[in-house]
Each structure stands twice: as structure tokens, then as C-alpha cells.
């Protein structure tokens, strides 16, 4: 106990630390956005404990999530690796749908990997907008919810609550039938992750080439692996 006590007084007078957090402080537009880069890369480096373990630092770092820059808030990303899962679940889950692709690409990468409910949670609303939206989806909304697919299911991997897990092929099913091939890819290796009997049904349509109109037709190797994947998940409890 009084080692852990030591070492939070040490990681909170860390001139490097300090000078880093001034520099953030103090630095606007790709000055500030290379501080950031510096937090998050002293996070993994030598003197890392000195980094993580400063709790003043993280209500410093949060507005940098929302900084006006682009650069800032795509720094801002990688100090993921400096906090538990849970840390950042809000500010990754709004940067999913930054007005900067770059950002929101990476945003994605990093809401793949965040092992968090709340992540999952958000995720799972995007998922259910872009069902909202199948028919009306344009190439560039489709990209979007393919992103979404993806994270959705990459950070569920980590969570254990079955029925989380559950939803995440129920939100993945309708989109089987979607006129996007890459919608489809995603939605069935969801579906092969998480998938039970009651997605049976949607593989069937897909199976029988029932996707929407004015699109990508099913291929006969997405109606094999659907077919495959029928039998697979018929196996499974509801």
C-alpha cells in the first residue's frame, strides 16, 4: 500500500509528466495535437507508471476529444492505451461520427478494441440507424455502417453477458439481406460469432437470394456460406 501511494505522489511530481501536460495546456492546433502524441507515447515507454498512474492528468486530457483541430482530437485517440477499457467509452463512441474522416476511421479502430459495454452499447445504435436507413444508404453511408458492423462485434468479443453477445447478432441479422455486399460480409461473420437459432430465418433469406433491390445481388458463395451457417447456428440455444 504505501509503495502504490509512493509511486501516485512520484507519477504526480514527474517534471516530464508536468512538462508534457503544460505543453497541452498551453499549445494550440499541431503544436497541441504533437503534445498529445507525447502523453500517449510516455504511456508506453520507460517511464510509463509515471504517465498512467497520474489521475490529475486525465480531466486534463479529456478535452482533447473535443478540441476544434482534427489533428488534436486524432492525437487524442491513442491515449487509449494509457487507461482501463472503460475509460473513454463516451468520447470514442461520439468520435465514431466526427465530421473528419480520419478521425472517425480511427475512432472505429479504437471502439473495435475498447472491451466496453458502453462502447458496445453506442455501437449497437449506429448498428440499428444504418437498418433504419437500408434502402435510402448511399455508398459512403453504407462504408459507414460497415465500420460500425465490424467494431460492433470486434468489441464483443471481451464481453461475457450472453445476452449482450445475443444482441449483437440480432442487430447484425437484418442486414443479411442489405443490397451491399460488404454489409452482408459483416453481418455474417457476426452472425458465425454470436449467432443462435434465432437468426435462422435471416439466413435463409440470404441463402435464397432475398436482398434488397437496387444494389449488389447475392453471390452463389455468399448463399453456400450462409446455407453452411444455417446448420451451424440451428445448433445453438436461443
Given amino acids: 500500500m504505501f509503495i502504490t501511494s509512493a509511486l501516485l505522489v512520484l507519477a504526480a511530481a514527474n517534471p516530464e509528466v508536468t512538462r508534457v501536460l503544460a505543453s497541452i495546456a498551453t499549445s494550440q492546433g499541431e503544436a497541441r495535437a504533437h503534445a498529445v502524441q507525447g502523453y500517449a507515447a510516455g504511456c508506453r515507454g520507460k517511464n510509463r507508471f509515471a504517465y498512467r498512474n497520474n489521475k490529475d492528468a486525465l480531466e486534463a486530457l479529456r478535452p482533447t476529444f473535443k478540441d476544434e483541430d482534427a489533428g488534436v482530437r486524432l492525437a487524442a485517440l491513442g491515449l487509449t492505451a494509457c487507461y482501463p477499457p472503460d475509460t473513454f467509452g463516451p468520447e470514442l463512441v461520439t468520435l465514431t461520427e466526427d465530421k473528419d474522416p480520419a478521425v472517425r476511421e480511427r475512432a472505429y479502430e479504437e471502439a473495435a478494441h475498447a472491451e466496453s459495454t458502453e462502447v458496445l452499447l453506442g455501437l449497437g445504435t449506429q448498428v440499428e440507424t444504418c437498418t433504419s436507413k437500408l434502402d435510402t444508404l448511399d455508398a459512403e453511408g453504407a462504408r459507414w455502417c460497415v465500420f460500425a458492423l465490424y467494431a460492433l462485434a470486434e468489441n464483443g468479443r471481451a464481453i461475457?453477458?450472453?445476452?449482450?453477445?445475443?444482441?449483437?447478432?440480432?442487430?447484425?441479422?437484418?442486414?443479411?439481406?442489405?443490397?451491399?455486399?460488404?454489409?452482408?460480409?459483416?453481418?455474417?461473420?457476426?452472425?458465425?460469432?454470436?449467432?443462435?437459432?434465432?437468426?435462422?430465418?435471416?439466413?435463409?433469406?440470404?441463402?435464397?437470394?432475398?436482398?434488397r433491390a437496387g444494389g449488389e445481388r447475392a453471390t452463389d458463395e455468399e448463399k453456400k456460406k450462409a446455407k453452411a451457417l444455417m446448420q451451424k447456428v440451428k445448433k445453438r440455444k436461443k
Avoid: C, W, Y
Fill in 160 to 211: 461475457k453477458d450472453q445476452a449482450l453477445r445475443a444482441r449483437i447478432a440480432e442487430l447484425s441479422a437484418p442486414m443479411l439481406t442489405a443490397n451491399n455486399a460488404k454489409l452482408r460480409e459483416h453481418a455474417l461473420r457476426n452472425v458465425d460469432l454470436f449467432g443462435t437459432a434465432a437468426q435462422v430465418e435471416a439466413l435463409q433469406a440470404l441463402a435464397a437470394g432475398d436482398v
